[in-house]
Nanobody, 123 residues
């Protein structure tokens, strides 16, 4: 009973930036952890970044650490992913996701999913 709507995907040049946003609604009190997964053709879905609503603690995949930043806006019930220094290998469908807690989202995956937004990085 959590609805997630992503926006901000598109096309960027290598070295460029994009900002993804996710608006959450419904019974969000049951989901303390929010994050972004991505899936490229022929590859498994992977967790890119996650954040806790309650304390703001963050997690980043090694492949994006130092380039991507996840943030929250509690007043607007939104989570954003600022993607800098983009690489062609960042090309994927990005999904906003919600889970009960940070441990769950980093180990078991998410309970609720957005529809996905395409990110394409050209060289």
């Amino acid at each position: 009973q959590v609805q997630l709507v992503e926006s901000g995907g598109g096309l960027a040049q290598a070295g460029g930036s994009l900002r993804l946003s996710c608006a959450a609604s419904g019974r969000t009190f049951s989901s303390d952890a929010m994050g972004w997964f991505r899936q490229a053709p022929g590859k498994e879905r992977e967790l890119v970044a996650a954040i806790s609503w309650s304390n703001g603690v963050t997690y980043y995949a090694v492949s994006v650490k130092g380039r991507f930043t996840i943030s929250r806006d509690n007043a607007k019930n939104t989570v954003s992913l600022q993607m800098n220094s983009l690489k062609p290998e960042d090309t994927a469908v990005y999904y906003c996701a919600a889970a009960p807690d940070a441990l769950t989202i980093t180990t078991m995956g998410a309970r609720y999913w957005g529809q996905g937004t395409q990110v394409t990085v050209s060289s």
